[in-house]
């Protein structure tokens, strides 16, 4: 599925043995980012995700479509686009929504509000170096069931709609 793996193996096939010109050394080093990348792929995975990689040697550009099978989105399809930065697994991936959405923790404009996130987070739940990607996989899918979160909300207008008037709040994110 994904190639850099079987790049790197083709790559030392080719070449042979370490070779003591450096310009090959050199082009041959993978970084840390790529190979946690491979590494962690392949539990990306869950039963309401999809997870697609365009250009399958960008491992750190790919796109996640969150499925909600329950809830108030249940039903709906949401893209997110996720860039993992070269100082991974330093920093977080950086995240946003593809999908126009009326949702209290994603703005019209693509930005998410999930503390896992952000480096720095208040209440102490913010991104650390012993988070995965798998944490970012299932963060997303969960902000559209049990962290769904109206009492601090990113969308202001979307949260109080929705208190206000579940019915038409769902009519509006779905764009009915």
Same mark, same amino acid.
């Given at each position: ?102 949702? !209290?923790?994603?703005? +019209?404009?693509? &930005?998410?509000? =999930? ?6 987070? @208040?209440?102490?739940? *913010? ?25 601090? !909300?990113?969308?202001? +207008?979307?949260? &109080?709609?929705? =208190? ?6 769902? @009519?509006?994110?779905? *764009?009915?």
């Amino acid at each position: 599925m994904l190639t850099l793996a079987s790049k790197l193996k083709r790559d030392d096939g080719v070449r042979g043995p370490r070779a003591s010109n450096p310009a090959s050394d050199s082009t041959r080093r993978v970084s840390v980012r790529d190979k946690l990348l491979v590494k962690g792929e392949r539990n990306l995975h869950l039963c309401t995700c999809k997870v697609n990689f365009p250009d399958p040697n960008k491992l750190h550009n790919f796109q996640l479509t969150v499925i909600p099978d329950e809830g108030y989105y249940q039903g709906g399809k949401f893209q997110f686009e996720i860039e993992v930065p070269d100082a991974y697994n330093m920093v977080p991936p950086k995240v946003k929504c593809s999908t126009r959405i009326w949702h !209290p923790n994603i703005t +019209e404009t693509g &930005e998410i509000c =999930l503390s896992l996130l952000r480096e720095h987070s @208040i209440d102490g739940t *913010g991104w650390a170096p012993t988070r995965t990607l798998k944490d970012v996989v299932w963060g997303l899918n969960s902000l559209f069931t049990d962290l769904l979160n109206f009492d601090d !909300p990113l969308n202001i +207008e979307a949260a &109080e709609h929705h =208190l206000r008037d579940k019915v038409s709040g769902l @009519i509006k994110a779905w *764009g009915s």
